[in-house]
């Protein structure tokens, strides 16, 4: 599966942006996705996941409250709504499939995308 990511860009802290992963190739529907996220010169963070229909999702503690993931499988799209931004959330965002149940380590992850930049501005 091919997954391309956008939506990210320059906000202002305290603001918001939604994140968008496209996917292609594959039935969507049959991946739980995830989120992640590398700051220059950290390693990368799991940020949050859905499983494949939408019913559960996962999120990390530093993002609990402020960040909703959400599907819709007709467009074969996960969202990523980022609320109450901080600094803090400066990072290059990247979304990822794996072809069964959400997981919050990367590296269980078959599939990803290229990454999109949000930079949050104090």
């Known amino acids: 599966v091919q997954l391309q990511a956008s939506g990210g860009g320059l906000v202002q802290a305290g603001g918001s942006l939604r994140l968008s992963c496209a996917a292609s190739g594959r039935t969507f529907n049959n991946y739980a996705m995830g989120w992640f996220r590398q700051a220059p010169g950290k390693e990368r963070e799991f940020v949050g996941a859905i499983n494949w229909s939408g019913g559960s999702t996962y999120y990390a503690d530093f993002v609990k409250g402020r960040f909703t993931i959400s599907r819709d499988n007709a467009k074969n799209t996960v969202f990523l709504q980022m609320n109450s931004l901080k600094p803090e959330d400066t990072a290059v965002y990247y979304c990822?499939?794996?072809?069964?149940?959400?997981?919050?380590?990367?590296?269980?992850?078959?599939?990803w995308g290229q990454g999109t930049l949000v930079t949050v501005s104090s």
């Open positions: 990822a499939a794996r072809p069964t149940h959400p997981s919050k380590w990367y590296h269980d992850y078959d599939y």
